[in-house]
């Protein structure tokens, strides 16, 4: 092809044929021009559709990242529920019920609310991934990026709440076991081939009645309460990012 573009160049020149050898040259410009944008124009649109593709496969491990979030999320605010009660049963506070006494208190249901603490939170490993990656621009659904933003955000706030009731726990609330109670008795729950008929017996309701250690399982309990509307808030969040992705990966179909 080359060669046949020169063959005529060379004709028009030694025909003396200089206005047409111009417009030729001006057309065979505008013809390598041509060829050049095509060329440019299908790598684009290569280059568009690979990012496509890409993108695709990062919603799709998104999701399913995102669902196994939200069975881990239920589960913990289920686990932090269940805390809370066992607070409200041992400090006699529920409005439907009368005040406790020792006998209804078990060893079981007093570790369970002084001991227990959750500090997990949902995995995100997919996002964190990507993030580290930098592929996470290749999502062009703005409001999927937004909506991850704020789930971080959620997070570090849950973060805080965690730590702050952690350190509450460490500091204050532990101090009850180690020096208001008997522990061996509540360890029969975890290690049951251990014989604890000649341990003390705990008066959970005599203990319960002490202002200190009401006071701090009351902060126990707020802090708790704190714990579970973070956790629900970051649950909403996931719920909301799993929604978007799903509409976007349908829209791709």
Same mark, same amino acid.
């Given at each position: 092809?080359?060669?046949?573009?020169?063959?005529?160049?060379?004709?028009?020149?030694? $025909? #003396?044929?200089?206005?047409?050898?111009?417009?030729?040259?001006? #057309?065979?410009?505008?013809?390598?021009?041509?060829?050049?944008?095509?060329?440019?124009?299908?790598?684009? @649109?290569? &280059?568009?559709?690979?990012?496509?593709?890409?993108?695709?496969?990062?919603? $799709?491990?998104?999701?399913?990242?995102?669902?196994?979030?939200?069975?881990?999320? &239920?589960?913990?605010?289920? $686990?932090?529920?269940?805390?809370?009660?066992?607070?409200?049963?041992?400090?006699?506070?529920?409005?439907?019920?009368?005040?406790?006494?020792?006998?209804? !208190?078990?060893?079981?249901?007093? +570790?369970?609310?002084? @001991?227990?603490?959750?500090?997990?939170q949902p995995t995100f490993n997919a996002y964190n991934n990507l993030k580290n990656t930098n592929k996470l621009s290749l999502i062009k659904n703005k409001n999927i990026n937004e909506k991850f933003t704020e789930l971080e955000f959620r997070q570090n706030k849950l973060n805080d709440i965690l730590d702050d009731r952690l350190n509450?726990?460490?500091?204050?609330?532990?101090? !009850?076991?180690? +020096?208001?109670?008997?522990?061996?008795?509540?360890?029969?729950?975890?290690?049951?081939?251990?014989?604890?008929?000649?341990?003390?017996?705990?008066?959970?309701?005599?203990?319960?009645?002490?202002?200190?250690?009401?006071?701090?399982?009351?902060?126990?309990?707020?802090?708790?309460?704190?714990?579970?509307?973070?956790?629900?808030?970051?649950?909403?969040?996931?719920?909301?990012?799993?929604?978007?992705?799903?509409?976007?990966?349908? $829209?791709? +179909?």
């Open positions: 092809m080359i060669k046949f573009f020169r063959k005529i160049r060379y004709q028009l020149l030694g $025909e #003396g044929k200089t206005g047409k050898y111009l417009k030729y040259a001006i #057309g065979e410009i505008v013809l390598v021009v041509i060829g050049i944008l095509i060329a440019l124009s299908i790598n684009n @649109w290569n &280059e568009n559709r690979k990012n496509s593709i890409e993108e695709k496969t990062i919603l $799709e491990s998104l999701l399913e990242n995102l669902k196994l979030s939200k069975i881990q999320s &239920e589960l913990l605010i289920s $686990e932090e529920n269940s805390l809370k009660q066992s607070l409200i049963q041992i400090l006699g506070i529920d409005s439907n019920s009368t005040k406790m006494n020792s006998k209804i !208190i078990s060893d079981s249901t007093f +570790k369970n609310a002084a @001991w227990e603490l959750f500090s997990d509450v726990h460490q500091i204050r609330i532990d101090d !009850i076991l180690e +020096k208001n109670i008997n522990f061996i008795p509540l360890v029969k729950s975890n290690v049951p081939n251990i014989n604890i008929e000649n341990e003390p017996k705990n008066n959970y309701s005599q203990l319960l009645e002490t202002k200190r250690v009401r006071n701090l399982l009351g902060m126990k309990l707020t802090l708790t309460q704190d714990v579970i509307n973070s956790r629900e808030n970051l649950d909403e969040e996931i719920k909301g990012l799993i929604i978007l992705i799903e509409e976007e990966l349908n $829209e791709k +179909k």
